[in-house]
């Protein structure tokens, strides 16, 4: 004998309440969950954004009282950059034609290392575009050379400056005490331009500046201005050269230079 197998009604109603409400009970608890974790993730971002703040404050406090104690106030702060990041100490702006006047700075060591006694001041002019060259105590051209500046375009000059004594026992000297300007050229002219000098001297001057007697040579070969005079107790020998082509482009420009030295 079969026997069929029917469900009751009131059963499968029971059943499906029963699963509704476990399924609603399960919906609540997972919200719930949902917004504890979203409410500490809340309070956790609050605790982060205050204690980023707090970081941010001591850390400007801790800037402030550096500068305080060094003694660097936000106006000398700005100075120190506007150094590092500006011209040329000594190397004014560009004039009506293009030339900057460069002055020797009062504290400035150039090559010649310590133990040097002050030198006086010197000028010079150079068009737009020529900058200084660092030298140094190992500079290939003795530690009696002040200053290089060059142009890649134009030429390059160099300033020797020379303990007088090295050859003469004055303290106050003048270029005209040192000797006239066919001896000058010839004692010190293979030293600026590295080889001997006799025959190739194409001119000579002499001018006057301000009381200052300044001897100006011409080289042929190598190509070179110089322009030598006498303060205190150093000889100064202002030399301005440039390759073959640079001289044929730019003699006037490299002329207008070695003529523009100047001790002040």
Request: glycine share 10%; charged share 25%.
């Amino acid at each position: 004998m079969n026997t069929a197998l029917v469900s009751s009604p009131c059963f499968c109603f029971k059943e499906s309440k029963r699963l509704e409400q476990i399924r609603g009970f399960k919906r609540t608890e997972l919200c719930a969950r949902a917004e504890k974790r979203n409410n500490g993730s809340n309070i956790v971002g609050e605790e982060d954004k205050k204690i980023r703040r707090r970081n941010a404050l001591i850390s400007g406090f801790l800037i402030a009282s550096s500068l305080s104690l060094l003694g660097c106030t936000g106006e000398a702060l700005a100075v120190k950059q506007g150094l590092l990041a500006g011209r040329i100490p000594g190397l004014s702006d560009p004039d009506e034609r293009g030339f900057r006047t460069y002055r020797r700075p009062e504290d400035k060591s150039g090559g010649h290392g310590v133990g040097w006694s002050p030198i006086i001041p010197y000028s010079f002019k150079v068009p737009d575009g020529w900058e200084e060259v660092p030298v140094s105590i190992a500079d290939l051209g003795g530690t009696e050379i002040d200053l290089r500046f060059a142009s890649p375009k134009e030429g390059r000059l160099f300033v020797i400056v020379a303990p007088v004594r090295r050859f003469a026992e004055l303290d106050d000297a003048t270029i005209e005490q040192i000797g006239p300007p066919e001896r000058v050229i010839d004692a010190f002219g293979p030293e600026v331009v590295g080889e001997n000098v006799e025959g190739k001297v194409s001119s000579m001057e002499t001018a006057e500046h301000s009381g200052r007697m300044y001897y100006q040579f011409e080289i042929e070969s190598p190509h070179a201005l110089i322009t030598a005079t006498a303060a205190g107790n150093r000889l100064y020998l202002f030399n301005v050269t440039g390759s073959g082509l640079q001289w044929k482009k730019h003699y006037k420009d490299l002329k207008e230079i070695a003529k523009s030295f100047r001790v002040v």
